[in-house]
Nanobody, 125 residues
Framework: QAQLVESGGGLVQAGGSLRLSCAASGRIFSNYDMGWFRRAPGKEREFVAAISRSGAHTYYADSVKGRFTISRDNAKNTVNLQMNSLKVEDTAVYSC??????????????????WGQGTQVTVSS
């Protein structure tokens, strides 16, 4: 089993920034593509960003492209999501997830093997 624990969520004003972190344990972290998903109230979970096993490739949802940056440190077993220029519509519970399958990019949430419990991000106007 792998364990994923997110941190860094909170309340921020529109236009502000937050940095989410996800700490992984229990499996060989570098064997997994990592993704961030979010679920807003009353909506389905949606893909936000993904990073490949080596960190060489990234992929973003159109809604966050240019504002969010995903990164990983395989030596520390962590993946981060830097969120800038936040909008009210970014309000959601953000979860990290680990995917061991192919092909790239891992957009479908059903592909992921492990999930964190999520961290709340609230953007106020």
């Amino acid at each position: 089993q792998a364990q994923l624990v997110e941190s860094g969520g909170g309340l921020v004003q529109a236009g502000g920034s937050l940095r989410l972190s996800c700490a992984a344990s229990g499996r060989i972290f570098s064997n997994y593509d990592m993704g961030w998903f979010r679920r807003a109230p009353g909506k389905e979970r949606e893909f936000v960003a993904a990073i490949s096993r080596s960190g060489a490739h990234t992929y973003y949802a159109d809604s966050v492209k240019g504002r969010f940056t995903i990164s990983r440190d395989n030596a520390k077993n962590t993946v981060n999501l830097q969120m800038n220029s936040l909008k009210v519509e970014d309000t959601a519970v953000y979860s990290c997830a680990a995917d061991s399958t192919d092909p790239w990019p891992p957009l479908d949430r059903r592909r992921y093997d492990y999930w964190g419990q999520g961290t709340q991000v609230t953007v106020s106007s």
